[in-house]
């Protein structure tokens, strides 16, 4: 069996995870895995386990957040495509 790097749970069906730095972890969940290796919000502090957004080196879980922190990020869009509301 293997132990969790996270939470220290001996578990039969745990998982190794290698990153490209070549480290290497043992997980029992996704979720200890995400607290782990997930980065956090340089604004709002929340695991950014989806795509995120980056301005000038700086890892945001949403565009709302880039905004927020400084102005950064006017240009970023929430979504693709236009709002059927506003021209693109």
Not at 35 to 56: D, F, M, N, T, W
């Amino acid at each position: 069996m293997a132990v969790c790097a996270v939470c220290g749970n001996d578990y039969w069906l745990a998982f190794e995870v290698k990153t490209v730095t070549g480290d290497s972890y043992m997980f029992d969940s996704f979720e200890c895995a995400m607290e782990k290796l997930a980065p956090r919000c340089e604004y709002c502090q929340v695991r950014i386990v989806g795509h995120g957004v980056e301005v000038s080196g700086k890892f945001f879980c949403c565009a709302n957040c880039a905004r927020r922190d400084g102005g950064l990020g006017e240009q970023i869009r929430d979504a693709v495509g236009s709002h059927p509301a506003r021209p693109a």
